[in-house]
């Protein structure tokens, strides 16, 4: 039997070894074409990129044409350099630097000499392009921003690199993807599928027409159209009421996650970042590290969530079973936790349960709630972990698995949290106090406390945020429709969400009700420190405010964190109640406060940070002067023609 095995094993290898080189040379000749690349010239026909909506099928991007002037290297043959420069206005120098370039990619593939020319340029080029041999036109389309606004949103279109072309094999040099927004979330989705066709040439290098007959030709596939969560009018209404100030704006629908409107501030016109200037501009946005443009706070800033936090505190101490709504503590404008360590409170003093607590933000109520959750376990570091696991479920302090390619964790502390920071020696509830305020060594992003606000408005669970709503021919994915609760019980949310209630009615934010609208909200201001020549210097506390309404059917949870922006009743209070009218009601009938908000600029406490020079602290100091926004904003109109069917 051995002796006919191996025989037989060596006759039924070589046997497939014949096959398959039969099949590959004489069936299949996919390898024949790349053989005979010499002989063969490659055109890609790009498709254009999927279009992008509104939830309201409003189109913020659409497509226009634009053309590069291709180059093969080695096709190139007694180009007169002097007129082909004078037709693109470029120089000599510019001229070999580009070929150059193009040889190192490939002298025989082609490369992009000179990208996205306009409509003009075009034209004047087209006529003389037969007589330069080697270089052609390729068809390309560009992004055509419909708005303004919603940058941070969008992201941008730009080429390929060589690591990504090497990373992946779909990309040639020259090609477009896109980059940041849901331009980089969606690339796969929006760039369609480019179609390939191949030309047989001759041997004096002229094309003689389709090889093949065109049996390896392939059509372009438009990209798929996708609407957006975000609702156009108070995205652009949020980004007119953020001019001259910083910070961010995160709305959610509590019912769905589904993001309604993601503002930074300040931002950009995305328009600016298409076309040959593209580069130039990009590079001016990123280059302004005073006001960072690109940097979407809405996302990536995370700051110490301040008295907001307290909603958190207290449904921790409710679900811990430390307090009821009639547990009283005394606030005598603040409480002594320790000997000489005394913790103010501007709420008025006086005897408070978790309603009054929560309405007139008393920090001694909340910080012995907080006392009293870390010491009901033996084990300092195990209480923290109790209280942080609760926090956590709210989708704090961890990446929240939205479709945005950036973001940051955040920060809930944990026992190895002041493991590291009191290494040797013991630590207890007093010593991490701050905590309990929204202070100390917590930090949440703008979209954090927006979803804590979500989740509170659904009384214990949330959906994970999300900026895509529909995909033509496609479902998105099953993790935005999965519902997540909390460790907290739904029966201690409704005395949570009364004091809130009250919080507009006889509180903080009482001078920012909006007749008929229940709005349930909560004013935070947050100590604000930054390093000024190397001194820890205490700036203008951030003004943080945080809503849902209405009350009974929430439609509408939001964030906002104006920096520098003082009390949280001053800036970012009056911008909840606008927004949330807005987005209930289209129209505002507080016009008192969007006056007030649209004429307040901050840049000169910006200007006070340091590191600017004189001259561009006047020129911030006299635009704080200049009243730009007098007028009431005009309204978004919704052009119908540019809106689905």
Known sequence: MRKVLLPALIIIGASLLVLRVFYLQIIDDSFKLKSENNAIKIKYDYPERGYIYDRNGVLLVANQPSYDIMVIPRELNKTDTLEFCKLLNITKEDFIKRIEKAKVYSPRLPSVFMAQLNKTEFAAFQEKIRKFEGFYFQKRSLRDYEVDYGANIFGFITQVNDKLIEKNKYYKSGDLIGRQGVEESYEKI????????????????????????????????????????IDAEIQKYGEQLMVNKRGGIVAIEPKTGEILALVTAPS???????????????????????????????????????????????????????????????????????????????????????????????NAYFSNVYLRTIAKYKSTPYAVDVWSNHIKSFGL?????????IGRRGKIPTSKT???????????????????????????????????????????????PHIIKKIKGETIDKKFV??????????????MISGLFDVYNKGTAYALRVDGIDICGKTGTAENFAKINGVRTKLQDHSIFVAFAPKDDPKIAIAILVENGGFGATIAGPIASLMIEKYLRKKIT?????????????????????????????????????????????????DSSKTKK
């Open 268 to 362: 950009y016109d995305p328009g600016i970042l298409v076309g040959r200037q593209r580069s130039k501009n990009y590079t001016k946005l990123y280059h302004d590290s005073i006001a960072k443009p690109l940097y979407d706070r809405g996302l990536l800033a995370e700051y110490p969530p301040g008295s907001p936090f307290k909603i958190m505190t207290g449904l921790v101490g409710l679900q811990e079973n430390v307090v009821d709504e009639s547990t009283t503590f005394m606030c005598s404008h603040g409480f002594y936790y320790a000997p000489g360590r005394f913790q103010g409170c501007h709420c008025g003093g006086g005897p408070r349960d978790l309603h009054v607590g929560i309405y007139k933000s008393c």
């Open 190 to 229: 929006l760039r369609g599928i480019k179609g390939v066709k191949y030309f047989q040439k001759d041997k004096f290098n002229r094309e003689i027409g389709s090889y093949k007959d065109g049996k390896y030709d392939t059509i372009a596939v438009q990209g798929e159209d996708i609407n957006l969560t």
């Open 590 to 638: 507080r016009t008192d406060l969007e006056t007030r908000i649209l004429n307040t600029s901050l840049q000169s406490r910006y200007a006070k940070l340091g590191g600017l020079s004189p001259e561009i602290k006047e020129q911030l100091r006299k635009q704080d002067s200049i009243n730009e926004s007098k007028k009431k904003p005009a309204p978004v109109k919704i």
């Open 397 to 405: 302090g961890q990446f929240m698995g939205y479709d945005l390619p």
């Open 418 to 464: 002041y493991k590291k920071m009191y290494p040797g020696w013991g630590y207890s509830g007093k010593t991490i106090i701050s905590n309990a305020i929204g202070q100390g060594e917590v930090l949440m992003t703008p979209i954090q406390l927006a979803n804590m606000m979500a989740a509170v408005a659904n009384q214990g669970y949330y959906y994970t």
């Open 482 to 495: 999965t519902r997540h609760e909390t460790t907290i019980d739904k029966k201690y949310f409704p005395p």
